[in-house]
């Protein structure tokens, strides 16, 4: 797979991981409500391929998830998030994961982003030590 489509699954496999954390659904049953075998809802999550129309068309009408965001990270997972916030927590978390030379799977960032962002629409404030917990708890 050329690298170029490799970076695009990557990115979508992270936002895939992030709407699916914030819908509260296991892979299994994300790939149930959409449509596709648990192995290929994997797949995606973890940028091995690109995901179907279909399976995202039926992601995007089921959970109100926005497609485009979904694809390319453009506007937002859905209407009313904080999409400056979504993007500042994540270069935050890459700036941090690039300074201390850490190298977690894109579905772990996703995870972390998650966390993250839900402490921020409740009104938390996340520490350094949030942050260092959260990758310890998810780092191979």
């Known amino acids: 797979m050329p690298q170029k489509h490799a970076d695009l699954f990557a990115a979508m496999g992270a936002r895939l991981t992030i709407a699916r ?9 994300m790939a149930e409500a959409i449509g596709v075998s648990p192995r290929a809802y994997h797949s995606y999550e973890k940028g091995q391929r690109g995901m179907p129309v279909e399976a995202l068309v039926a992601m995007g ?4 998830v926005d497609v485009p965001w979904l694809l390319l990270g453009t506007k937002s997972i859905r209407a009313g ?3 400056e916030a979504l993007k500042h927590i994540e270069s935050s978390l890459d700036q941090h994961l690039t300074d201390e030379g850490i190298r977690i799977k894109s579905e772990k960032r996703g ?7 839900q402490s921020h629409v409740e009104g938390r404030e996340v520490t350094d030590d949030d942050v260092h917990t959260w990758i310890e708890l998810v780092r191979e």
Do not use: K, L, P
């Open 61 to 64: 009408e089921r959970f109100e």
């Open 111 to 117: 995870a972390i982003v998650t966390r993250w962002y």
């Open 81 to 83: 998030h904080d999409f």
């Open 21 to 29: 954390n914030e819908i509260g659904f296991s892979q299994a049953a």
